[in-house]
Nanobody, 122 residues
Framework: QLQASGGGLVQAGGSLRLSCAASGRTFSSYAGAWFRQAPGKEREFVAH????????YCTDSVKGRFTISRDNAENTVYLQMNTLKPGDTAIYYC?????????????????WGQGTLVTVSS
C-alpha cells in the first residue's frame, strides 16, 4: 500500500514536498514515480526514480523545479516541488513498478497511492 501526503494550498512561487510511504512491502524493490491529474485532464507523468535512487527523470515541464528522491531506509519516495505555478495544480499520485525501467506510462506501474491535492494560487 502506498500513502501519499504533503499536498496543500500554496501561492505561486512557493514550495511543497510530497511524500509517498510504502507499507506492507519494501519500497526499495520497486522503481518509484509521481503522476498528476489536473481537473478535466488525463493523468500525466511527472517524475521517475530507480530502485536504488541513482537514476531520476522528470518531464520537461517540471525540470529544474521538481526533484524526485527516495529514502529506502524510510521506505519513502519524495517529490520536492519548487517555484510552483498555477499550472501545477493537480492531484498528485505516487506509483511503484516492479520493473526497474524508466517509464512514463501509467500501465507500467503496479501499485498506486490515493493521491494528494496540490493547489497553486496566482
Amino acid at each position: 500500500q502506498l500513502q501519499a501526503s504533503g499536498g496543500g494550498l500554496v501561492q505561486a512561487g512557493g514550495s511543497l514536498r510530497l511524500s509517498c510511504a510504502a507499507s506492507g512491502r519494501t519500497f526499495s524493490s520497486y522503481a518509484g514515480a509521481w503522476f498528476r491529474q489536473a481537473p478535466g485532464k488525463e493523468r500525466e507523468f511527472v517524475a521517475h526514480i530507480s530502485r536504488g535512487g541513482s537514476l531520476t527523470y522528470c518531464t520537461d515541464s517540471v525540470k529544474g523545479r521538481f526533484t524526485i528522491s527516495r529514502d529506502n531506509a524510510e521506505n519513502t519516495v519524495y517529490l520536492q516541488m519548487n517555484t510552483l505555478k498555477p499550472g501545477d495544480t493537480a492531484i498528485y499520485y505516487c506509483a511503484a513498478a516492479t520493473k526497474n525501467v524508466r517509464s512514463t506510462q501509467i500501465e507500467d506501474y503496479n501499485y498506486w497511492g490515493q493521491g494528494t491535492l496540490v493547489t497553486v494560487s496566482s
